[in-house]
């Protein structure tokens, strides 16, 4: 069974019915619309248990990514900019990198890169991440399966395409935002649907 990450949680009641997920992730830049504050964070963090909890950087301070890290009590840090592998290095976290499928993606660099999960996301001219569009799935999914690290496959999943994502890549795990959300908030129901469809604990808050 594929691993979940729920990513872009803001608010504790979304919170708590991720709480079934085998991942949690905050937007810890305050360049876009999700961006949690560590405080906020921390709260969570320190209220729901189950989930590990993610904090996503994109080209971030090393120092400040790594005393937000502290300072929340997250478990594993997400790099979705262009950092380097003598970045990555510098980070006190175990990390999962991010990759764009199709801006110059390559198997050796992420090979090479020292994460623990390569993520693999949607190219897209207007963000690094979070655009809710899907790449080419099936034209991707020979190249993506070459890879010896665990992968993680996010852009555009829903309920109604998480099964079809993971017949296709047999990944280690499905990263969803934006189709769990109403009116850009995220929608408890539709977490706990979701949840559902991936075969896992659903909580009810």
């Known amino acids: 069974m594929a691993r979940v990450k729920i990513c872009g949680i803001r608010e504790m009641e979304a919170a708590r019915a991720a ?22 964070v921390k709260h969570i963090c320190n209220t729901v248990q189950g989930p590990k909890k993610v904090g996503v950087f ?4 090393i120092n400040e990514v790594n005393a937000i890290a502290e300072y929340c009590g997250l ?3 997400q790099l979705h900019g ?3 592998m003598e970045y990555a290095e ?7 990198k991010a990759f764009r499928y199709g801006e110059d993606f390559s198997l050796e660099r992420a090979e090479a890169f020292p994460a623990e999960y390569i993520l693999i996301d949607s ?8 655009s809710g569009i899907s790449f080419k799935w099936r034209e991707a999914a020979s190249t993506i399966k070459k890879l010896k ?12 395409t998480l099964q079809e994502a993971i017949k296709i890549f047999d990944p280690y795990g499905i990263d969803a935002s934006g189709s769990m959300e109403i009116d850009g908030r995220k929608s408890p129901e539709l977490i706990r649907e979701f ?8 909580v009810e808050t």
Do not use: N, W
């Open 123 to 130: 190219y897209s001219k207007a963000t690094v991440g979070g």
């Open 19 to 40: 709480g079934g997920a085998d991942f949690m992730g905050f937007i810890m830049s305050d360049r876009f619309r999700r961006y949690c504050p560590p405080a906020a």
């Open 82 to 84: 262009h950092e380097s």
């Open 58 to 61: 994109v080209d971030q301070p």
């Open 149 to 160: 690290k665990p992968y993680i496959i996010a852009g555009g999943i829903s309920a109604e």
């Open 90 to 96: 510098k980070i006190q976290k175990p990390i999962i």
């Open 75 to 77: 478990d594993m840090i």
């Open 195 to 202: 949840l559902a469809v991936a075969g896992k604990k659903v």
